[in-house]
């Protein structure tokens, strides 16, 4: 009896939290100024994009210490010793644990010069190439629709001109405004208009790399909400960072050594990369009416549906290795095997793991059995062919094709289905919730975005 009385008392406060969940979102779905939040956490979340925060930070720590070699060995050739040490000063305050003494203490040479050119070159192009990876996967671009390397690597030279120059524009003009460089006090006019002048430019280098890096056209009113949140986050985190690493972040180096400047910085680039992704989600929310979404459960608003749509069409995209010339008018179907074949049927393709019951391969009529495209044991064993359950199998046998071992027979299915008429057979009684009915799907946006 008292088990029972528990076990009701759970039940009662699981379903409590799940009405009071629901409540939220409710809310939330009704008020814009809260979806759109919402819907930039959840676009956040499900691209991964944590992951590409990292890949980017990877990328601008290995650049950041060859760029400084070349920047105070240009300083050393160019300006008199006073003034390059207040210009090495006020850089330092923007690196986290990064002192102006020892930035001082590099000598440059001509040698120098030219290595750190090379290294800080081939750095600064990974970097470039990793951020237009990340604006890519948010905007949901196929690989296949993505520029080669002779194309990425003028496109990232020619960023590495315009928005790096940019950012020492940046750096200089709020330097001399604020005072920081130049050592001369304009009062709280002059450090306002700092602020005002490193926020507009921010914000305008955002704008730049958001349209330069994306292999898609888009305007300057499409990513200027994004390059402004991000324009002012990253105002915010030079400012904090500034003030947090001259009051409190000295002691730590002073504990841990070098140890503690590298995580600093590793840390200080990490951020950078979210407030920059954090922009780019923003612009695709907004463009893509990708709100307001459901806080749970499989997909529940159009917003949702819109979302997984692009999803789909991103991560099933499968290359295949024909070109336009090799496209005909063909369509794709899906059918039990237990059905009589009809002349339509094109290519006739079973997708099931197992062989069907009381079914002989000479009265199946078929062409392939492709077992190695049909769903992992554990996936089949967890659906059940219960159709509520449907919309997050989808989502994990999308997650299965794209294991490599699946790709030779994933990339033969797609050129089937682009050179002549296709029917993927199932035992499933249920067509329409089975990964048949997923295939077909996959591949109808594989063939429409390759055409």
């Known amino acids: 009896m008292h088990r029972r009385s528990d076990n009701s008392g759970s039940g009662n406060h699981i379903g409590a939290v799940q009405r009071a969940v629901g409540r939220v979102d409710q809310f939330q779905q009704r008020h814009e100024a809260v979806a759109i939040p919402v819907a930039v956490a959840r676009k956040f979340a499900e691209d991964q994009s944590i992951n590409l925060a990292g890949m980017i930070a990877f990328w601008a720590f290995f650049s950041v210490f060859p760029l400084l070699l070349v920047f105070v060995t240009l300083l050393g050739f160019l300006l008199p010793a006073d003034i390059k040490s207040r210009v090495l000063e006020h850089v330092a305050s923007m690196l986290p644990l990064v002192d102006s003494s020892a930035l001082n203490g590099l000598t440059g040479s001509w040698w120098a010069l030219l290595l750190g050119l090379v290294s800080a070159l081939w750095s600064g192009l990974a970097v470039v190439r990793t951020i237009e990876i990340a604006f890519n996967a948010v905007w949901g671009i196929p690989y296949a629709n993505r520029p080669g390397l002779p194309v990425r690597v003028l496109r990232g030279l020619g960023v590495l001109a315009t928005i790096g120059l940019g950012l020492v524009a940046s750096t200089v003009v709020t330097g001399f405004v604020s005072g920081e460089s130049t050592g001369i006090d304009l009062g709280w006019p002059g450090r306002v208009a700092g602020f005002v002048v490193a926020v507009v430019l921010d914000v305008g280098l955002f704008v730049a790399a958001f349209r330069i890096l994306t292999n898609r056209e888009i305007t300057t009113r499409q990513v200027l909400p994004g390059a402004v949140l991000s324009g002012v986050l990253f105002w915010v985190l030079q400012s904090l960072s500034s003030l947090i690493i001259s009051r409190q972040l000295h002691n730590v180096q002073t504990i841990y050594g070098q140890f503690a400047t590298v995580i600093t910085i590793l840390w200080w680039f990490y951020l950078q990369g979210v407030i920059t992704l954090l922009g780019a989600q923003l612009n695709v929310v907004l463009t893509e009416r990708l709100h307001p979404r459901g806080l749970r459960g499989p997909p529940d608003t159009e917003a949702d549906q819109r979302a997984y749509d692009a999803w789909i069409t991103r991560m099933w995209k499968v290359p295949c290795w024909h070109g336009k010339k090799d496209c005909v008018d063909t369509h794709i179907a899906c059918r039990r095997i237990y059905d009589q074949p009809a002349r339509s049927d094109g290519v006739r393709v079973l997708v099931d793991r197992v062989w069907p019951r009381g079914v002989r391969k000479k009265d199946a ?87």
């Open 365 to 451: 009529h078929l062409d392939e059995w492709l077992r190695e495209v049909a769903p992992s044991n554990e996936l089949r064993r967890w659906y059940g062919h219960d159709p509520e359950r449907f919309a997050e199998f989808r989502r994990r046998y999308l997650a299965e094709l794209q294991d490599p071992q699946r790709r030779e027979s994933t990339q033969h299915l797609c050129s089937l289905a682009r050179t002549q008429d296709l029917t993927l057979l199932t035992a499933t009684r249920d067509v329409e919730h089975s990964q048949a009915a997923v295939l077909a799907e996959w591949l109808g946006h594989s063939r429409s975005r390759s055409n």
